[in-house]
């Protein structure tokens, strides 16, 4: 009774407390900038700040508070015409909300909710790679993912449907049948060499080479380890790419080892995903070269696309006499001893060695006694059917495995369910599981779940990011979060007419300078970009100013940057070049926030606030006039800022339009296609401007030095908002506050380092626990 007296008098002190505030130090910010609008007899937006009977009431609202916090933190108001608050009232009157309101404690910050979620496309094919060697293509057998806040880890869109569930039980048959195939024992082997590991034969260094133009007279090469002398099939898979339609342009593809011919095609337009070029050859135990090469033939007829091919993979199937012979890569993973014992006794407890080794680390955690009991049932009396074998057993428990609801869903443990007013941490195997998916996209290593099992993760928590950093698995995390956050995934996808916008007469000349190829060094160039910084103690604030980048000579011709040799991007000093450097100078930014045909500074604009400055501005209102509109109606030619100024004269479009052309016209000098450019239509471009903070700029270097400087602290926030949620799996609510600032004093005090901000996100309260209940 003493404890509920002592609460009682406790909040009564604290409503008080937030009343004289509230009177002394809110309420004249609130009449300065917000009751010419919203108070008064007016509420514009129909939204009132002095509408209501009980101020103790009113302090407690926090649906009213949070539209005042979200829309004052996203500089939406006081719109811009009006009187703006300054820097330290923001922060003042935010503070307050945050402390006063919302009642965030900075000792112990809210966790928040994550929604059970299951394993999306690449978490599933990652996993499956992991565990069994087996490369299933998820994104041709499942439905495509849903998106949240941008990224598809997120737990309220990725639930499952029945047809989901028909694909996960048809996928678990499939996949268990390619790692423990029929004939495993007596199997022939398989190599298999990529093609992204082809190289020139004429470059001083190693350069990736698995696109290669039919124009071109040229040949790549690769080795491969041959387990014994003997007869090979050597099957090349390929497609022709570049042209979506007819082309008359045509080459020999021809297959050599060790200098002789093996195969040899002629090749054109053909819109196959996958084709297969077959031969055989000797090959001596040991390594052997293959050489894949490109003999023009017919060039493209006026006003066609330059086609290339693109090597998928060459297959080695032998030695065809079966004189040797192996087990295939998922066999070992699974049959870890060999092949089963005869007595049957041994065969049950190798049964429950594999079970526990495979479904211990597809379920994330250990196994109880019941269910390893249950599945070596399940084994044995398969393996005592009649025409039926202990690899039979051991697959259709395994498919039991792949099918459950305890490897396609991320669930955790809950240790006080119906503690709803509590916040505890996760348990060690929830740990290790979080930060697999975070960093690699899949189920925990050995290792980790060693640690998980001895309760010694969190103690050495620090070690294993700095080892899972390093690691190549790595690169999923750098390629998913790029992709989604930058979109620079959509960049080989995005639709764009490279000849209008090149001003070019030609097709063939349209797609020599802008195709596949171009796209995909963009997208690596922004993926290595963002691994270099994580990996390499650069500050994140180098996103956006860094005087480098890493291009190829493709690139770099493309770019205008010479000086850069090879297929393979490198580290490219850009000291002499101010235009570039940074991601807003990159074609992938470039390209998606661009239409069609031209460029687009209100998505350039916009997707600078959203995605790197966190200030979102709301979405246009409808029957808004396309800008071509605009320029029709003048009857001449116009350039993007004459077209910009007309736009913004309309009432419903000059406020937000504030916040964002500046931005986006101050990136101009880039075309739809990310090259450089001084003039449009005929007119120097102007690319000048003001932010609505108040800064000045006066071309794209001091638009980049004034992001990354003056609004250091909102990219800061904005970045720590969006790693955040993809690594936890929900979007940020306004009781994150507390963890977002953490994140953000933790990059100031550790001089920016990107590594710091993950660390940062990894430790924290969102990540390492969870609500009650």
């Known amino acids: 009774m003493r404890d509920l007296i002592t609460a009682i008098t406790m909040a009564t002190s604290l409503l008080a407390w937030a009343e004289v505030s509230f009177e002394k130090e809110i309420r004249p910010l609130l009449e300065d900038y917000c009751f010419d609008c919203h108070a008064d007899g007016s509420s514009k937006g129909d939204f009132s700040m002095d509408h209501y009977q009980d101020l103790s009431a009113h302090l407690q609202d926090v649906d009213h508070w949070l539209a005042v916090w979200r829309n004052v933190r996203a500089q939406i108001m006081p719109p811009p015409k009006k009187d703006q608050l300054q820097s330290d009232e923001v922060r003042q009157l935010l503070s307050w909300i945050e402390t006063q309101v919302f009642r965030l404690d900075p000792n112990n910050p809210d966790p928040g909710r994550v929604t059970i979620r299951r394993l999306n496309r690449m978490e599933y094919h990652y996993t499956i790679s992991d565990l069994l060697g087996v490369d299933y293509q998820t994104w041709d057998k499942f439905p495509a993912d849903d998106t949240g806040y941008g990224f598809d880890t997120i737990g309220d869109v990725l639930s499952i449907s029945p047809l989901h569930m028909e694909k996960y039980v048809e996928a678990a048959a499939e996949i268990v049948n390619l790692a423990l195939p029929q004939d495993a024992a007596t199997r022939i082997p398989i190599r298999i060499v990529q093609g992204s590991l082809f190289r020139s034969p004429d470059k001083t260094i190693a350069s990736s080479s698995d696109l290669l133009p039919l124009k071109a007279a040229q ?88 086609q290339y091919v693109e090597l998928q993979q060459v297959e080695l199937k032998g030695p065809m006499d079966g004189s040797y012979q192996e087990y295939p890569k998922g066999y070992r993973m699974i049959m870890v001893d060999g092949p089963a014992p005869e007595d049957m006794r041994a065969r049950e407890i190798y049964a429950a060695k594999i079970m526990k080794s495979f479904v211990s680390r597809a379920y994330r955690r250990p196994l109880d006694q019941g269910t390893i009991s249950r599945l070596v049932q399940m084994v044995m009396e398969e393996d005592r059917s009649p025409g039926k074998t202990f690899e039979d057993g051991i697959k259709l428990a395994m498919t039991a495995v792949l099918a459950s609801p305890r490897f396609l869903f991320r669930a955790e443990i809950q240790p006080e369910p119906n503690n709803k007013g509590t916040t505890v941490l996760l348990d060690e195997f929830a740990l290790a599981s979080r930060l697999s998916f975070f960093l690699w996209s899949s189920v925990p290593d050995d290792e980790l779940l060693s640690l998980a099992y001895q309760k010694k993760l969190r103690e050495n928590l620090r070690a294993q990011i700095d080892r899972m950093l390093a690691d190549p698995k790595s690169q999923r995390f750098v390629k998913s979060f790029v992709g989604q956050w930058l979109q620079a995934r959509d960049v080989e996808t995005k639709a764009i007419d490279a000849r209008k916008i090149a001003g070019l007469n030609d097709q063939g000349q349209a797609d020599r300078l802008m195709n596949n190829q171009v796209r995909r060094d963009m997208r690596l160039e922004t993926e290595k970009f963002f691994e270099f910084i994580l990996k390499n103690d650069r500050p994140a604030e180098e996103l956006i100013s860094a005087r480098y980048s890493f291009l190829n000579e493709r690139l770099g011709e493309f770019y205008g940057i010479k000086g850069v040799q090879g297929d393979d991007h490198r580290l490219v000093d850009l000291h002499e070049h101010p235009e570039r450097g940074g991601l807003l100078t990159q074609g992938t930014f470039l390209i998606v926030t661009s239409n069609p045909t031209r460029t687009s500074p209100v998505k350039r604009g916009l997707f600078v606030l959203d995605n790197l400055l966190g200030t979102p501005a709301p979405p246009a209102p409808p029957g808004i006039p396309e800008l071509e509109e605009v320029a029709h109606q003048q009857g001449k030619p116009l350039t993007i800022r004459e077209m910009m100024v007309i736009h913004r004269q309309k009432p419903l479009c000059a406020s937000c339009h504030q916040r964002m052309d500046p931005i986006g016209l101050g990136l101009e000098n880039f075309n739809a296609i990310g090259q450089y450019r001084t003039t449009d239509q005929g007119e120097p471009i102007d690319t000048g401007g003001q932010l609505i903070s108040g800064e000045r700029f006066t071309d794209v270097a001091t638009l980049k030095t004034i992001l990354a400087n003056e609004r250091r602290d909102d990219f800061y926030r904005c970045l720590s908002e969006k790693l955040l949620t993809y690594a936890t799996g929900r979007g940020t609510e306004y009781f994150d506050a507390v963890t977002i600032h953490q994140l953000v004093e933790r990059l100031k005090a550790n001089g920016g380092l990107l590594k710091e901000l993950v660390v940062g996100v990894i430790e924290s309260a969102p990540f390492q626990k969870r609500r009650g209940g």
């Open 219 to 306: 040949g790549v090469l690769a080795n491969v380890n041959a387990p014994a002398r003997g007869s090979y099939e050597i099957h090349l898979d390929y497609a022709v790419k570049g042209a979506s339609e007819a082309s008359d342009q045509s080459a020999y593809l021809e297959v050599s080892i060790r200098g002789k011919k093996v195969a040899e095609r002629a090749i054109g337009w053909d819109q196959r995903q996958r084709i297969r070029l077959s031969g055989q050859s000797v090959l001596l135990k040991g390594e052997n070269q293959i050489e894949v090469k490109i003999i023009p033939k017919d060039p493209p007829a006026e006003g066609q696309s330059e």
